[in-house]
């Protein structure tokens, strides 16, 4: 799945991927804490309360 097709999760320091047989999940780590979070975000997220960039995952528009 593209980044354009994730959308904030891709760069959040929340989320975690979860690889499937055919596809690959996005988690929410939030939702652990705070259930008023997804534990597997409709894509693409494009706003989000609780986004934090991860400086690690930060790449340049595609
Ligand atoms: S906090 Fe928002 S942007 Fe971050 S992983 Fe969760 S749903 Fe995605």
Redesign the pocket.
Known sequence: MGRTQV???ET?????TVKGTRSTF??????ATDPS??QY?RLP?LS?????IDPARKRPPA
């Open positions: 959308g904030l999760c959040c320091k929340h989320s975690r996005w988690m929410c780590g939030r939702s979070f997804p975000p997220v989000c309360r609780g986004y934090e």
